[in-house]
């Protein structure tokens, strides 16, 4: 019998042991051990699915790995140490040297630099697609062409990009469809239902949801995933049982919490874009943001993200960020508390001018994600720290 998303996100779990846990038990363990050499031969030989190394698996890892797998509707996942592992690891795992990637412009910071800095190390190169207009994607491609890549709302500009057209695009063309579904979490929107071979998230954001621990995880196809196993088992990108015991344990709140920050954020979106001082706002489920149709197509809420410019460009921005007292200035999102970033200064200063302009981050715009607290205990902060610029 299928089950809801919240009930997902609780009850798929790993077997119990003898002492029949009700919640999650922690296996900290780096090994596990045998009952006599032909147990052990098997399961190095694969006959036999069980635990050997933490390396490999863990139970930890694979619950943590089910959960999401079952709510994107995949066939199965790898988990990893950090997001960008899991980003690294799924190119690393799928392309051969020569091998091109079609990306959407505007993505994750150390996703870009993978891109410009270190993919070219091995002579795999990537063209970008304005995500305004994913049907320049198609003129992208070449016979070498293996991935098309995108996130989706992008960081830090919250646009959408059409999953169904890509994931039709790909299937055209006969490419593999990776989706970054971090800011949307496998609660709000399921890439693969609209043509997504595989899926990845950075666990340290809203998974985690209160900023204590990294990891990251591809679900997708099994033949796929097949490569990204054997690429993480051998190279030894794993992910902590503890970690993924954290991890897998915020699982079961996380339709709860997303569902506030979900509340919290149009509260506070609509309210900024009332605000004599700001330029413009843009959060995927206000009817000003321009693709506003399309994200109603593709997620069930607008996302815990806000994009924002004040008006008075790089010295009110500081200004805006020295008057805040109650809410964090910091580089995550997706916590509990509420966090004030500067995307041009931190997340994405590796970035050249060019590039920034090229995917709207300007000076003075700000990212808000929006966590727990009372929305008015936010909004209030906000407008006061807007009455001084
Ligand atoms: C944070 C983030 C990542 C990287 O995740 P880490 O866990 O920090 O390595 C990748 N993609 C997006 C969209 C992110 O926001």
Redo the contacts with the bound molecule.
């Keep these: 019998m299928s089950h809801k998303l919240e009930t997902k996100a609780i009850r798929t779990q790993m077997e119990r042991s003898q002492f029949s846990e009700h919640s999650t038990p922690m296996h900290l363990t780096s090994s596990f051990v045998f009952e006599d050499a032909e147990e052990m031969r098997a399961a190095f030989a694969e006959e036999k699915q069980r635990n050997i190394y933490s390396r490999f698996t863990n139970p930890n890892t694979s619950e943590l790995v089910a959960k999401v797998a079952d709510m994107e509707g995949a066939e199965d996942g790898v988990s990893y140490a950090?997001?960008?592992?899991?980003?690294f690891g799924t190119f690393a795992a799928l392309l051969d040297s020569g091998d091109h990637i079609v990306s959407a412009r505007s993505?994750?910071g150390?996703?870009h630099s993978t891109f410009t800095k270190f993919l070219p190390k091995w002579n795999i190169k990537t063209s970008y697609f304005d995500i305004a207009k994913p049907e320049q994607a198609e003129a992208l491609i070449q016979p070498n062409t293996k991935i098309i890549y995108a996130?989706t709302p992008?960081?830090p500009g919250v646009d959408i990009i059409d999953l169904a057209f890509l994931g039709e695009l790909a299937k055209k063309h006969n490419l593999i469809l990776v989706i970054?579904n971090?800011?949307a979490t496998p609660y709000l929107q399921q890439p693969i239902k609209f043509g997504a071979d595989l899926v990845?998230h950075?666990?340290?954001?809203l998974i985690d949801g209160q900023g204590r621990v990294?990891?990251?995880v591809t679900v997708g196809r099994k033949d796929l995933i097949r490569e990204l196993y054997l690429f993480a088992r051998n190279t030894g990108s794993a992910l902590s049982p503890f970690n993924a015991w954290v991890l897998s344990k915020s699982m079961e709140t996380l339709p709860v919490r997303v569902d506030r920050h979900c509340q919290s954020a149009i509260t506070v979106a609509e309210f900024l874009e009332s605000h004599p001082k700001i330029n413009w706002v843009k959060y995927p489920f206000l009817k000003s943001h321009p693709q506003y149709e399309l994200a109603k197509k593709q997620m069930s809420q607008g996302g815990s993200i806000i994009a924002f410019e004040v008006k008075g460009g790089l010295s009110a921005g500081r200004n805006f960020f020295d008057n805040i007292k109650l809410l964090s200035l910091s580089s995550?999102?997706?916590d509990s508390r509420t966090i004030v970033t500067h995307p041009a200064s931190t997340t994405h200063s590796k970035l050249t001018l060019q590039d920034r302009e090229a995917v709207g981050i300007t000076d003075g715009m700000v990212r808000l994600s929006i966590g727990l607290e009372h929305p008015e205990d936010i909004q209030n902060d906000l407008a006061q720290a807007l009455e001084k610029i």
Excluded: P, R, W
Aim: some cysteine; hydrophobic content about 35%.
């Design positions: 950090t997001g960008m592992g899991a980003v993505v994750f150390s996703t996130e992008t960081n970054d971090c800011f990845i950075s666990a340290t954001k990294l990891g990251g995550n999102l997706g």
